[in-house]
């Protein structure tokens, strides 16, 4: 049973240092889900640059890309509308998303970009930590 247990950890551990190495290949690119997506953003370290379709903001879906790679899909909710009990109801993610790795989300007091009042952002992540840290 140990020797099982052993080989069973093994593959794991190959398994999980296959897709370290594979990095961002497996992910979706950006010139094919949103072909007439803009750059909103500069590069940010471990997120790339932010694109969207200026229509669809400010939810979303903004596309963090990083080598032509989807790596995470962001949403940006406005704490004004949270504050007066706004639903939101089968958000698009305009992906058919990978396996997540993480989600984040962040309070914006004076927002973001061209909405400057206070917001909440969603990032849906499919690269791991130890990936993106390296972009």
Not at 54 to 64: D, E, T, V
């Amino acid at each position: 049973m140990k020797h099982v247990s052993v080989t069973l950890a093994a593959a794991a551990i190959a398994v999980t240092s296959s897709v370290a190495a594979d990095g961002l290949s497996h992910l979706p690119l950006l010139a094919d889900i949103v072909p007439d997506a803009v750059a909103i953003s500069p590069h940010v370290p471990q997120m790339g640059t932010h694109w969207a379709e200026p229509a669809n903001l400010p939810l979303g879906p903004i596309y963090c890309e990083i080598e032509g790679r989807i790596v995470c899909v962001e949403y940006m909710f406005l704490a004004s509308e949270l504050a007066d009990g706004v639903n939101w109801k089968k958000i698009p993610t305009g992906i058919q998303t990978p396996p997540l790795t993480h989600i984040d989300m962040d309070y914006k007091p004076d927002g973001v970009g061209p909405f400057q009042e206070p917001l909440y952002q969603i990032h849906f992540y499919f690269a791991d930590t130890d990936v993106l840290a390296a972009h």
